[in-house]
Nanobody
């Protein structure tokens, strides 16, 4: 059973910083891309940032220059450093991972999601 667990959310004033962490656990052969999504009340879930196994990154326009995604492949972790936070960054942040499973049935890819961590930015 693969699980993703996020941590690091909280309440911060505008202009402040937070660092989110995501840890993957379970029987994992390897992890391809990892990413962070967010969902604000009444809005659709949106991609914030993603990082491939080769460390190529992609960011939403709204966070470019302020957020940085990184990963530690050996630890099966991903991070999201969020600086210059704005009230509009307030949302539930979710970690996702494209996990490669390998067992007697073969090797296959499956997407997993964490439960989310709340980020609230006050003005």
């Amino acid at each position: 059973q693969v699980q993703l667990a996020e941590s690091g959310g909280g309440l911060v004033q505008a202009g402040g910083s937070l660092r989110l962490s995501c840890t993957a656990s379970g029987v994992i052969f390897s992890i391809n891309a990892m990413g962070w999504y967010r969902q604000a009340p009444g809005k659709q879930r949106e991609l914030v940032a993603s990082i491939t196994s080769g460390d190529s990154t992609n960011y939403a326009d709204s966070v470019k220059g302020r957020f940085t995604i990184s990963r530690d492949t050996a630890k099966k972790m991903a991070y999201l450093q969020m600086d210059s936070l704005k009230p509009e960054d307030t949302a539930m942040y979710y970690c996702t991972a494209d996990v490669i499973l390998s067992d007697i049935y073969g090797r296959r890819s499956r997407d997993y999601w964490g439960q989310g961590t709340q980020v609230t930015v006050s003005s």
